[in-house]
Each structure stands twice: as C-alpha cells, then as structure tokens.
C-alpha cells in the first residue's frame, strides 16, 4: 500500500472508460441539493 492509500488520500481509482459515467452519475446526485446557508449573526459596524 502507499501512504497516499494508508492516509485514506485515495477514495476510489476510475478507469478511464467509466470516468464519463461516474462523473455524469454524481452530477445528476446534486443536481437537486440545496444548501441552507445560515444569516449573519454578526457584521461590522460602521465607524
């Protein structure tokens, strides 16, 4: 094993025939996520 693999660096290896597929796949897995994102409990304040 190499350290890349050990220090979990490498989830998963794609073969170059099935990267258009894994690609198009996770794209269509986001394509309706939304993200709240939280407002702003602080800002600055004029001086």
Do not use: G
Not at 4 to 28: E, G, N
């Amino acid at each position: 094993m190499t350290i890349a693999v050990q220090r979990s660096y490498i989830h998963d290896v794609i073969m170059p025939h099935a990267t258009r597929k894994r690609i198009a796949s996770a794209l269509a897995m986001l394509k309706d996520k939304h993200v709240d994102v939280p407002l702003k409990k602080h800002d600055n304040i004029p001086l």
